[in-house]
């Protein structure tokens, strides 16, 4: 039986970490002895992230920054060289989503997001080579989603960033399997984070709430058992990853597929909108509803 991947000490670096699931796999890492590195573009989200943790920033370390800036990302690694001189565990977790429609938006908020979902985490991966290349069994693991897989309509550049994460990564993990470090991607479907309530409020994508959203720490679980049980590709929610897998193997019939499932998602993310109400995370700014963390 294979055990346990040992964190006692190791390094672990997860961007995003300031959101729902990289506070959870953080604090996951964080109980089995890893010394956890938030990487969050909110300076005092990291910190808070940290303070969070067990043995808070005596023992764990933030660093704000935004990874699409390709000196702010060379900066975040140098520091960690400087502190840690490796890094054992890369989580690439950051990002975003937009239900702005493909046809309102700006070209300048497309770029943005492809920057965010998928050049950011290949630039900062690529950067990170060295640092786990001194690791003695280097791994990341990428946050990708079941968009990466399947078309969503109304998030049209979520779904081409997620594709193309996907593809990349696993190209990688091929070529990375042999000079030493172990690669893997986990694909959750709707996860109750602050990204997923704003977009539910913002009136995005309904089908993803054919069933309630899954919680952070049940993707932070399969992520870690990526760790103890690597592989390429891991799902939280095995019956939706088989579900989607199979509807892409005829996507001409998508246009007749998707209506079946529109209502039950419609009434889905209405009941978990009124769910975030009631629960106290959601706020009004000048106006708009404004979703906010636990």
């Known amino acids: 039986m294979r055990r346990p991947f040992d964190l006692t000490g190791r390094i672990v ?50 660093e704000g920054g935004d990874l699409t800036d390709r000196v702010q990302a060379e900066a975040i690694i140098g520091r960690i060289a400087d502190r840690h001189g490796r890094i054992d565990v890369l989580v690439n977790n950051a990002g975003m989503t937009s239900a702005a429609r493909f046809d309102e938006r700006s070209v300048e908020s497309i770029e943005h997001e492809l920057a965010v979902n998928l050049t950011a985490p290949l ?57 030493g470090i172990t690669m893997s991607a986990v694909l ?20 993803q709430f054919q069933d309630p959203p899954q919680t952070p720490e049940h993707v932070a679980r399969t992520m870690m058992g ?14 939706e990853s088989w579900l989607v897998r199979a509807a892409m193997l005829a996507p001409g019939a998508l246009p007749r597929l998707m209506p079946l499932f529109r209502g039950r998602g419609e009434r889905g993310q209405a009941r ?23």
């Open 226 to 239: 990526l760790l103890d049980r690597p592989r390429l590709e891991a799902y939280p929610r095995p019956s």
């Open 272 to 294: 978990y909108v009124r769910e975030l109400r009631q629960r106290g995370l959601v706020r009004t700014v000048d106006g708009a509803e404004v979703a906010v963390e636990d």
């Open 188 to 207: 959750p479907s709707a996860t109750d984070t602050r990204m997923l309530r704003q977009e539910a409020l913002d009136g995005g994508n309904s089908l």
């Open 13 to 62: 670096v997860v961007t995003g970490g300031a959101g729902g699931i990289g506070r959870a796999f953080s604090a996951a890492a964080a109980a089995r002895g890893a010394r956890i590195v938030v990487v969050d573009m909110r300076d005092d989200a990291a910190r808070a992230a940290v303070d969070a943790l067990p043995g808070g920033a005596s023992r764990h370390s933030a």
């Open 123 to 179: 630039v900062l991966t690529r950067l990170a080579v060295p640092l786990l290349r001194e690791a003695p069994d280097p791994r990341v693991i990428t946050t990708v989603s079941l968009g990466g897989i399947f078309p969503l309509g109304e998030t049209p550049i979520y779904t081409a960033s997620k594709f193309g994460l996907r593809g990349a990564m696993l190209s990688i993990a091929l070529d990375m399997r042999h000079k």
